[in-house]
């Protein structure tokens, strides 16, 4: 049993890695193949399960003529991987959505895998009624699917090459692998991907599976429980049922969701395995920390101005209104920061009890500062938020008192320097891109406002914030050809990030 299970994963490691990607979706569009014939959705079926076919027929014969080939080694290789599968591949995902739905362009299709794929979220099909079950679970499944490739990448691909915000810690040059682990598998770097995939995946999976048993046991039902709970650790934010508004787990269901997305604030939540130093205990973290800080302060501060609100028309006294204001932007914020963009369904209520709207430029703010590193929360991350505050407080003591030397330890001192520089650097970077898509979304036809939300959140994969950060939602069924495919450019950019773009893009890389 062992020999024949060395076998096959030697056998896994000559496969091209984007074979390999091309032939897990395949199987896995199996899944509402299943489901719609059990619901005696055989049209539906049958787009799924032949579209899963014909991709493992294709990838079976590319992988046959590919046999005695040596596929190209290197963790920069991988990245390229990674930036095929999140715009080529949902070409192929794409496939038996539209052929189900049959109501649809492909291009709306293509455009919603991307946006599931790259958990962003942003939901091209506003009407839920419009999709299918089965086609709701698809969408969920791709999403949870595309978290789970950046759990795994972050630590197999991003880490070694110093990318994904590991450049901020790390001793190595951004785009170059470090030494230690990365130098020490440099002639087959796809050890170090199997074993991160079959350490982090039952992680993955186990949570997720917590997370579906817990909401069916707050009274979900079972397809919006798992939609919900592969939403959850994706921070995709698809949901069935058009959002938390519509689920009928309650406030439960509200907590049980609450605690299972500080998964996305660090790393350190579920795994240490990274190719850089950092921090090993979770109260130590910095991006925890600060994560904690943001979430209390905003929600504190909502509070208080829906208070005040409250307070002018005389309202101030319900006690369990305010209660619901509290718990509502409480959850709220912690989403919009982790980047899933669920709102909960007292969010509204906070509004009634005031008579206050809650300004879109607040939960703008919020995905752009984004999650922890290594997780599936996109915006600008936590750690360089934390760079850039170390560097200033230093800048600001250092005006006080010139001749000072830091008190910072050696690893504070070394963010203080490079790791600031090269924050701030990504985040100049970042609102170049934010600069360009709005001023090519506004070229065809978008409002300023518009183009703005349509960009920060493709950039940030925070789909949701489409609806929520406008008085008037956004319907993206709308938008022209060219925008929709700015805003695939924006996500998948916004996914990998702009220095992985770059380092993809340097001829000297590539060289050897």
Known sequence: MATRTGQQIGTMRRLPLFLLIWGIVSFAMWIPAA??????????????????????????????SMQNRHPKRGTLGQLAVLLATFTVLPLFLAVPLHDALGTTSFLNAYFDMVSALTTTGADIFADPGRLSSPLHLWRALVGWMGGLLMWIAASAILAPLSLGGFEVTAKGEPG??????????KADPRGRLLRVTMTLAP??????????????????????????????????????????????AGVTGEVIIFLFLFFALSRLTFSSDTATGGYSRLDKDPEFRIGLLIVAGVTLMLFFRHWYGAYEVGEEMNAERGLHSLW????TVLSFLSTTGFKSAYW?????????????????????????????????????????????AREVDRLIHPSSVSSANAGNRRIQRDGAFIAWVFIMLFALALATSSMALAAMGSSFEQAMVLSVAALTTTGPLIHS????????VELGAGA??????????????????IALLTPALWRG
Not at 176 to 185: D, M, T, W, Y
Not at 469 to 476: G, H, K, N, Q, S
Request: charged letters at 10%; aromatic letters at 6%.
């Open 484 to 501: 929709k495919l700015v805003l695939c450019a924006g996500m998948i950019i916004g996914r990998l990030e702009t220095l992985a773009i």
């Open 348 to 392: 509204a209520e906070s509004q009634q009890w005031s008579g206050l709207g809650t300004p879109g430029l607040i939960l703008m703010g919020l995905a752009l500062i984004g999650g922890g590193v290594a997780t599936t929360a996109g915006g600008v991350k936590l750690l360089r938020v934390f760079a850039l505050y170390l560097n200033g």
């Open 203 to 248: 992680v993955y999976a186990g949570l997720t599976g917590v997370i579906w048993l817990l909401l069916m046991v707050a009274g979900e039902g079972a397809l919006t429980a798992v939609c919900h709970a592969m939403s959850v650790m994706a921070t995709s934010g698809i949901s069935p049922v058009g959002g938390l508004p519509g689920s009928t």
């Open 35 to 64: 489901y719609a014939l059990a619901l005696d959705d055989e049209d539906t079926s049958r787009s799924f399960f032949y579209s899963g076919l014909v991709g493992l027929v294709v990838v079976s014969m590319i992988a046959l």
């Open 328 to 331: 509502g932007g409480m959850f």
């Open 176 to 185: 170059r692998p470090v030494s230690g682990v990365a130098q020490s598998e």
């Open 469 to 476: 950060a406008t008085e008037i939602p956004i319907r993206l």
